[in-house]
């Protein structure tokens, strides 16, 4: 491999005929999330101690599921890519069934069919990218980088891959299999589902969508710039609405994944460093939501919001984490998520494709939604920790956070405080890989 950006690479022949190989590398987009991923895997096992039933099995399938994870973000294959894509539901699958709420059969169908569905677009795109290339088929990502094909069939393979990546990162309207997912899932699988999952569908369009099909990238973006508004206000409204706890946190990592479209659809370098920013961030802050969830959950064992209340008098450590990640998640100065998002309306506003009025409105749309974020999140505070609901009652005793709990809060809430201070920690990664990406698109 020749390229500088490209670090830590093995190449090793697989399959002949097909010019199939081991191909890993990383580079400056991959490493976030990869480290994003072992932090978080180690977060979830340490999250996992109540599990007693069959602890054995749950934990090598959170393991397995690492495994799935780590694949995509360092493959430079894309049939590698799309192996260890495939690889990585099976794990999910598993722990969603055995260890879920009590609909879990349902959900783990809904998100097997969603997700396997889905991922028949992404090897009907890779083999079509690795047929049409050059005279002979080849997966390697470094010649089709290079490639260019007619605009027509570009356009082709950036639809089927976009409805491939658009089912994992949920994009509105194929992001119903993730409430229902979440709101059944032990909190531990939450945790990597909204860490790492989630991540793998936006991670995909910036190295497929963004890096291998530019033209029809810069066809689509204004149509990304659409859905994205769309998902950020459709997802904070939606969330209000939602009895069970884990679901409107779910839907609450759906309005922040439109962000990352936004920053993705606004083809310029502070947009896109934007996108990766919240990448991280969402995953830091996703996962420490639902941690927080599902250690109240093992106190009160309540799912819906309305049985709850009065709990900050009797966990009070768990209620002033729980308060401090929900300001990050509604984007308050001094934590990751407001960076991000502030990152990328400078995207959008120093964006060269768009007239002046359209970034405007577009703009003008995400900040309701940053306003509609409180709401939901601020209510949800609200129905758990205050009143005294459950301090009137009989069970009225609960053993607040441990030192273990303890622990991976304030592992989580640490980084996100460090990113909020100094982004540099997480563009530095990053920048010289995405001007590398974006000198693919000229604007006369």
Same mark, same amino acid.
């Given at each position: 491999?020749?390229?500088?950006?490209?670090?830590?690479?093995?190449?090793?022949?697989?399959?002949?005929?097909?010019?199939?190989?081991?191909?890993?590398?990383?580079?400056?987009?991959?490493?976030?999330?990869?480290?994003?991923?072992?932090? #978080?895997?180690?977060?979830?096992?340490?999250?996992?101690?109540?599990?007693?039933?069959?602890?054995? !099995?749950?934990?090598?399938?959170?393991?397995?599921?690492?495994?799935?994870?780590?694949?995509?973000?360092?493959?430079?294959?894309?049939?590698?890519?799309?192996?260890?894509?495939?690889?990585?539901?099976?794990?999910?699958?598993?722990?969603?069934?055995?260890?879920?709420?009590?609909?879990?059969?349902?959900?783990?169908?809904?998100?097997?069919?969603?997700?396997?569905?889905?991922?028949?677009?992404?090897?009907?795109?890779?083999?079509?990218?690795?047929? /049409?290339?050059?005279?002979?088929?080849?997966?390697?990502?470094?010649?089709?980088?290079?490639?260019?094909?007619?605009?027509?069939?570009?356009?082709?393979?950036?639809?089927?891959?976009?409805?491939?990546?658009?089912?994992?990162?949920? #994009?509105?309207?194929?992001?119903?299999?993730?409430?229902?997912?979440?709101?059944?899932?032990?909190?531990?699988?939450?945790?990597?589902?909204?860490?790492?999952?989630?991540?793998?569908?936006?991670?995909?369009?910036?190295?497929?969508?963004?890096?291998?099909?530019?033209?029809?990238?810069?066809?689509?973006?204004?149509?990304?710039?659409?859905?994205?508004?769309?998902?950020?206000?459709?997802?904070?409204?939606?969330?209000?609405?939602?009895?069970?706890?884990?679901?409107?946190?779910?839907?609450?990592?759906?309005?922040?994944?439109?962000?990352?479209?936004?920053?993705?659809?606004?083809?310029?370098?502070?947009?896109?460093?934007?996108?990766?920013?919240?990448?991280?961030?969402?995953?830091?802050?996703?996962?420490?939501?639902?941690?927080?969830?599902?250690? /109240?959950?093992?106190?009160?064992?309540?799912? +819906?919001?309305?049985?709850?209340?009065?709990?900050?008098?009797?966990?009070?450590?768990?209620?002033?984490?729980?308060?401090?990640?929900?300001?990050?998640?509604?984007?308050?100065?001094?934590?990751?998520?407001? !960076?991000?998002?502030?990152?990328?309306?400078?995207?959008?506003?120093?964006?060269?494709?768009?007239?002046?009025?359209?970034?405007?409105?577009?703009?003008?749309?995400?900040?309701?939604?940053? #306003?509609?974020?409180?709401?939901?999140?601020?209510?949800?505070?609200?129905?758990?920790?205050?009143?005294?609901?459950?301090?009137?009652?009989?069970?009225?005793?609960?053993?607040?956070?441990?030192?273990?709990?303890?622990?991976?809060?304030?592992?989580?809430?640490?980084?996100?405080?460090?990113?909020?201070? +100094?982004?540099?920690?997480?563009?530095?990664?990053?920048?010289?890989?995405?001007?590398?990406?974006?000198?693919?698109?000229? +604007?006369?």
């Amino acid at each position: 491999m020749d390229d500088p950006l490209i670090q830590l690479t093995e190449d090793y022949k697989w399959i002949y005929f097909l010019d199939f190989s081991w191909r890993l590398g990383i580079d400056g987009i991959s490493i976030g999330p990869i480290l994003l991923t072992g932090f #978080i895997t180690t977060l979830a096992t340490l999250a996992a101690r109540p599990i007693t039933r069959e602890s054995r !099995v749950f934990h090598f399938l959170m393991l397995a599921m690492y495994s799935g994870q780590i694949g995509p973000f360092s493959s430079q294959d894309l049939l590698l890519f799309f192996i260890m894509w495939e690889l990585e539901l099976i794990p999910v699958y598993l722990l969603l069934s055995m260890w879920g709420g009590k609909k879990r059969l349902y959900s783990a169908t809904k998100f097997i069919l969603y997700t396997a569905g889905s991922s028949a677009f992404l090897l009907m795109g890779i083999l079509g990218i690795c047929l /049409s290339g050059s005279n002979e088929p080849t997966f390697n990502f470094e010649t089709s980088v290079n490639q260019s094909y007619p605009v027509a069939l570009e356009m082709l393979f950036y639809i089927g891959f976009f409805i491939a990546f658009a089912v994992k990162s949920p #994009i509105i309207p194929l992001h119903t299999w993730l409430p229902d997912t979440h709101g059944e899932a032990h909190y531990s699988t939450c945790m990597l589902l909204a860490g790492i999952l989630l991540k793998m569908g936006a991670y995909g369009l910036v190295r497929i969508n963004v890096e291998l099909l530019p033209h029809a990238h810069s066809i689509f973006s204004p149509w990304l710039m659409i859905v994205g508004t769309i998902q950020i206000i459709y997802a904070a409204s939606t969330s209000p609405g939602q009895r069970n706890l884990k679901k409107r946190i779910a839907y609450s990592s759906v309005s922040h994944m439109g962000f990352i479209i936004i920053g993705l659809g606004s083809i310029n370098d502070t947009g896109l460093n934007g996108a990766i920013l919240q990448i991280i961030s969402h995953g830091f802050i996703g996962v420490a939501l639902f941690f927080l969830a599902g250690t /109240s959950y093992d106190r009160i064992r309540l799912v +819906y919001l309305d049985e709850m209340g009065g709990m900050a008098i009797t966990i009070p450590k768990i209620f002033t984490t729980f308060s401090i990640l929900l300001m990050t998640s509604l984007a308050l100065p001094g934590m990751s998520g407001f !960076v991000a998002e502030l990152i990328i309306f400078f995207g959008i506003l120093t964006s060269q494709k768009y007239l002046l009025i359209t970034k405007i409105l577009i703009t003008f749309v995400m900040g309701i939604g940053m #306003i509609l974020t409180p709401i939901y999140s601020l209510s949800m505070l609200r129905q758990m920790f205050y009143g005294y609901k459950l301090f009137t009652a009989t069970n009225s005793y609960f053993v607040d956070s441990g030192p273990r709990e303890f622990f991976v809060s304030i592992s989580i809430l640490l980084p996100v405080i460090a990113i909020g201070i +100094y982004p540099d920690f997480v563009l530095s990664l990053a920048v010289d890989k995405v001007e590398a990406l974006l000198s693919n698109y000229f +604007y006369p």
